[in-house]
């Protein structure tokens, strides 16, 4: 019973298999059935619409075996952002890199953590800068670093900033 239940089942694929690759192949074209749809137009180089028909077929009506299909790229909705890219920032301009390059005349710092290690270098994070001992910024030096603040010094200055601190250079 259970033999002849998968012959069946053996035999329906095939069938449907069969049914199947005649249909594809009648539909692209291959055969000179044509595409099942009536009589097909062609436009040849010229612009001018025809009916086409394959040689040797008498009155057989088949479609082209290459039809372009013009597809026309829709308008993006808004901006598009692509995860994948980053974005850069602008180019900078001569009047930018003049003020980067110029320190402020007082500089604040801005400690936002100090990570202290007795087995590796400790740092600092001032004005969102990872700095170590001996760094520099805005014409500062890092002179040293322990656990709850660091001890920055400029020209004959030197001063402790604590962290979580914003400060000046004293005078």
Do not use: C
């Amino acid at each position: 019973m259970a033999e002849q239940q998968q012959t069946k089942k053996v035999v329906l694929i095939i069938v449907l298999g069969a049914v199947l690759a005649a249909v594809l192949v009648i539909r692209s074209g291959l055969l000179p059935f044509g595409s099942g749809k009536g009589s097909s137009t062609a436009t040849s180089k010229d612009g001018k619409a025809g009916k086409s028909s394959t040689p040797g077929a008498k009155g057989t009506p088949a479609t082209p075996l290459s039809a372009q299909v013009q597809w026309k790229k829709p308008d993006p909705i808004g901006p598009v952002n692509d995860p994948m890219r980053m974005e850069l920032p602008p180019e900078p301009t001569q009047k930018t890199t003049e003020t980067a390059q110029k320190p402020p005349e007082e500089p604040e710092y801005r400690v936002a953590g100090i990570v202290f290690s007795t087995e590796q270098p400790s740092s600092v994070i001032i004005d969102g800068r990872i700095l170590h001992e001996g760094d520099t910024i805005h014409d500062t030096i890092v002179v040293k670093i322990s656990e709850s603040f660091a001890v920055l010094r400029r020209g004959d200055k030197t001063w402790i900033i604590k962290a979580g601190q914003t400060n000046k250079e004293p005078e």
